[in-house]
């Protein structure tokens, strides 16, 4: 068993969060310059096994498919991650809970963990919660579309955030957003850790 193989193992057992509806939701064990952090699994993931693998991943890959690849070549070549791995549950709108901020730091072992194993040239944080970990918050208007460089748990590397692909957010849908969600995927097509992962 790889070290991030066991990485993932010990993730699989966790259970410090018992607000949380669900165990973790774990990727495959891929050592990738391209490190994705989404915000927290739905409950489809959950009962799928895998992350993105419900309408926000359909759009997600559709925009990854832009750029010439396949959600098979993502799930086996980028490391897919989250601000939280388990499930929050619904919230008094009936959306998804916004994991509580104790929630967000216990959950952050596990990044801190993966990026010390990984040690990714670029990473790409999906959604307000993700992108508030590595970016200061700002309206999105002012980060989706730009190319950041961030120190993240004493790793530096590049940093190019996408808006949520939920499909109950119209932002990407309008401008400006969606002249920007073009210069962002334009960004990660350009960047030599895209580059290598995708052979």
Known sequence: MTVLSAHLAKLKRCAKCPQMCSRPVTPRPVVSPVYLVGQAPGAHEYELGKPFAWTAGKTLFRWFGQLGVTEEAVRSKMYLSAVCRCF????????????????????????????????????????????????????????????????????????????????????????????????????????????????
């Open 88 to 199: 929050p549950g619904k919230g008094a709108g009936g959306g998804d809970r916004v994991p509580s901020h104790e929630e967000i730091e216990t959950c952050a072992f596990w990044m801190r963990r993966e990026i010390e194993l990984i040690r990714p040239a670029l990473i790409i944080p999906v959604g307000r919660l993700a992108i508030e970990r590595f970016i200061a918050p700002e309206p999105l208007k002012d980060i989706i579309g730009r190319q950041h460089r961030g120190r993240v748990f004493n790793h530096s590397c590049d940093v190019i955030p996408l808006p949520h692909p939920s499909g109950a957010s119209t932002w990407f849908k309008m401008e400006p957003g969606r002249t920007l969600l073009k210069q962002a995927l334009d960004l990660i097509a350009q960047h030599p850790a895209w580059k290598i992962m995708i052979g």
